[in-house]
């Protein structure tokens, strides 16, 4: 059996359990059937593979997620000085950096981490090259300098 199929289906029946809150005989056997139709339907529809599932990210997740994390607070903290010192203090600027990942999940994940810490704004993906909208030049520099790159790319090793 595909690992894919396998963790689809781990995923949606524990979704089912704790969403629906209900742990007697019918509400299993109906989340059971309803399971069974998404997995058909994806199986139909050739959906399930790496790109839909990509359990190769799984045991590297966590870590990343921990240094995000860490971003975000200090690019939140970050922000809230922008806002004291006023308008003085932003210097907003658009550049476009290069991509050095390999997979779409990657660059994408790489894409969603810049919009996710504030000051950052990744407008457009295109040419594998990420248009950028910062608040400072200081954190576009940040971001030019590629730790947030390189922390990506651990996840695709």
């Not at 390999?102 to 295109?126: C, D, F, H, R, W």
Request: net charge neutral; glycine share 6%; proline share 4%.
């Amino acid at each position: 059996m595909n690992k894919h199929i396998i963790s689809l289906f781990l995923i949606l029946a524990i979704l089912w359990l704790f969403n629906s809150g209900m742990y007697t005989p019918l509400p299993i056997a109906l989340g059971l059937v309803s399971i069974g139709f998404v997995i058909w339907l994806s199986l139909r529809m050739g959906i399930i593979d790496d790109e839909s599932q990509p359990l190769q990210l799984s045991r590297k997740l966590p870590a990343y997620y921990f240094w995000l994390i860490k971003k975000i607070i200090q690019s939140n903290i970050d922000v809230v000085l922008l806002v004291w010192r006023g308008n003085g203090a932003i210097s907003p600027c658009v550049a476009s950096i290069p991509i050095g990942q390999q997979s779409e999940i990657a660059k994408v994940i790489y894409a969603n981490s810049i919009t996710l810490t504030p000051g950052t704004v990744a407008m457009n993906i295109e040419n594998d090259r990420v248009q950028i909208h910062s608040l400072t030049t200081h954190s576009m520099e940040e971001l030019q300098q590629g730790d947030m790159a390189r922390q990506v790319n651990r996840l695709e090793m």
